[in-house]
C-alpha cells in the first residue's frame, strides 16, 4: 500500500448515506462501503472522478487550490486549459475569456493549448521511431496512465513518453516570461485551471516528474463565476491580448483532438474510463495490432466532461466547435512547434503500482489467492453489492486481507440465521 500519496478525490462521510452507488461505478474496485460509510481505498483510487459524478448526495469532491492562492506570489501567470473555453456560450469569446483571466488578477496567460500543438509535433516525430511498441497510448490524461499503472502493466511500454500539455506549458511559460521580462523564476507562480481531478493529482504527485512546473491548481468549477462575471463588464475587446494557439491544440479539449492532429497511422480515440478498460483489454489481447495510436480519455468527451467543469459536455463540445470554426477563419494564428523532441520526453520510468500484492512472501501470497478462490466460489455471484463490496470476488479478497467477515455477504448472512433457526427448533 502507498503510503502518505496524495489524492485528490475525497469522501466526505456527513454527506456520505452508503447507497453502494460508487461501489457499482468505480472502474478499479477502490470503493467499499462499511458501516454505512463509503471507504476509499487509496492505492486502487486514479481519481478519474467517476465516484464524484455517480454520487447523488455529492459526498465526494476534488481537493484543488482556493482561488485566494493568488495572493501568494508575486508574479502569477494562467495556464487555461482547453476545455475552459467550451464553458461559455458563443457570444464570450476566446480572446474575451483569456483577457478575463488577466483582469481576474494574473500577469501573464499561456494557453495550454499551445503546447497541445507541441506535444502534438513532439508525438509526430516520436511515432517515426520504428523500436517504439504499438498501438501508442496517450499519456495526456493522467488518469489513463494511473489506470494502466495498476491494471495493465504490460501496457506501460506502450504509453507515448512525452510530457502532457499542462506540464509542458508551466515550463514553457516560466522560461518565457523570464525571457520577455527578466522575472527571477522565484517569483513565479504557474497556476493551472484545471477539469478534473486527476490532474490535481498528477501535480500533487506526478508520475513523469520529480516535481511538478505547476504550483498551483485551480478548479474551473471555482474560477468560472468570477469569470463570467468580468466578461459581463468587460467594454472593448483588446484583439489577441496575448498570443494565442490555432485550432489544433484548442481541439484538444475533446474526443479525438488529440488523434486527429497527428495525422499518421491508424488512430482511435476512446472516452469514458469504462470503455478505455474495453479497448486496454483487447490491446492486451492483442486485438489492436493494426492500430498505430489510442487516444484513450478517462471522461466521457474528453476534458469537456470532466468533474470540475460545469457547461455539460455536449454544449460544452459545441461551443467548443465554434471557436475552433472562428480560429480556423482567422489564420493569423500560428501553431506552436518544437525542435527538440527530447526536451519533453519522460525524465523518469513509469512503474508498475501492485494493487493486490495479499503478502511479500511469495508461497503465502499463492495460499492466500487460493483462499480467495475458495470463498468466491463459496459465494453466490450476483455481484449486488449488498455487502459493500463491488463483486463477490472483491469481498472474497477482503476476506482474506481481514478487514471483511463472510456473514457481510446478506445471503451468507441468511443461510447462518436459517442454520441458527433449525438448531434452535431441534432443541425445543
Not at 274 to 293: C, M, P, R, T, W
Request: neutral net charge.
Amino acid at each position: 500500500m502507498e503510503q502518505g500519496y496524495f489524492h485528490s478525490v475525497t469522501l466526505n462521510t456527513i454527506k456520505c448515506k452508503g447507497c453502494t452507488n460508487c461501489i457499482k461505478y468505480c472502474p478499479t474496485e477502490a470503493i467499499r462501503v462499511r458501516s454505512g460509510k463509503a471507504v476509499i481505498i487509496k492505492e486502487r483510487c486514479i481519481d478519474c472522478g467517476v465516484c464524484i459524478r455517480v454520487c447523488p448526495y455529492h459526498a465526494k469532491k476534488a481537493i484543488t487550490d482556493s482561488l485566494t492562492a493568488i495572493k501568494d506570489y508575486e508574479y502569477k501567470i494562467a495556464l487555461p486549459a482547453p476545455s475552459l473555453y467550451g464553458q461559455f456560450g458563443p457570444s464570450y469569446s476566446r480572446e474575451r475569456i483569456v483577457l478575463a483571466l488577466k483582469q481576474f488578477g494574473f500577469d501573464y496567460v499561456f494557453e495550454v493549448a499551445r503546447a497541445a500543438e507541441i506535444v502534438t509535433n513532439a508525438s509526430e516525430n516520436y511515432m517515426i521511431n520504428k523500436d517504439i511498441k504499438k498501438p501508442v497510448i496517450s499519456s495526456a490524461c493522467p488518469a489513463v496512465v494511473r489506470f494502466i499503472q495498476i491494471r495493465f502493466p504490460n501496457l506501460i511500454d506502450n504509453l507515448l513518453k512525452i510530457e502532457s500539455p499542462m506540464e509542458v506549458a508551466a515550463a514553457l511559460s516560466k522560461q518565457e516570461v523570464h525571457e520577455k521580462y527578466g522575472i527571477p523564476y522565484e517569483k513565479m507562480g504557474v497556476f493551472f485551471i484545471s477539469p478534473c481531478a486527476a490532474k490535481v493529482t498528477s501535480v500533487k504527485a506526478p508520475y513523469e516528474n520529480v516535481k511538478s512546473n505547476v504550483d498551483v491548481v485551480l478548479s474551473i468549477k471555482d474560477i468560472y463565476l468570477p469569470l463570467l462575471d468580468i466578461m459581463k463588464k468587460q467594454g472593448e475587446i483588446i484583439k489577441e491580448p496575448f498570443s494565442l494557439s490555432s485550432a489544433i491544440g484548442v481541439a484538444w479539449a475533446a474526443t479525438g483532438g488529440e488523434s486527429d492532429a497527428i495525422k499518421e497511422g491508424r488512430r482511435i480515440a476512446v472516452h469514458g474510463i469504462h470503455n478505455v478498460n474495453d479497448i486496454l483489454e483487447q490491446a492486451i489481447q492483442g486485438g489492436l495490432d493494426n492500430i498505430d495510436f489510442i487516444e484513450a480519455l478517462a471522461c466521457p468527451e474528453g476534458c469537456l466532461g470532466g468533474p470540475l467543469t460545469v457547461e455539460n459536455p455536449f454544449i460544452a463540445k459545441e461551443n467548443l466547435k465554434n471557436e475552433i470554426e472562428k480560429i480556423k477563419k482567422d489564420q493569423a494564428h500560428r501553431v506552436s512547434r518544437t525542435e527538440n523532441v527530447d526536451e519533453f520526453v519522460w525524465k523518469s520510468k513509469v512503474e508498475y503500482r501492485p494493487i493486490m500484492k495479499l503478502d511479500d512472501d511469495m508461497m503465502k501470497a499463492l495460499e492466500k489467492m487460493q483462499m480467495i478462490d475458495a470463498i468466491t466460489e463459496g459465494l453466490y455471484d450476483l455481484d449486488c453489492g449488498a455487502c459493500g463490496a463491488p463483486s463477490c470476488r472483491a469481498l472474497a479478497e477482503d476476506i482474506v486481507r481481514g478487514i471483511a467477515k463472510e456473514t457481510d455477504c446478506i445471503f451468507k448472512l441468511r443461510e447462518k440465521v436459517n442454520s441458527i433457526a433449525n438448531q434452535l427448533h431441534q432443541i425445543e
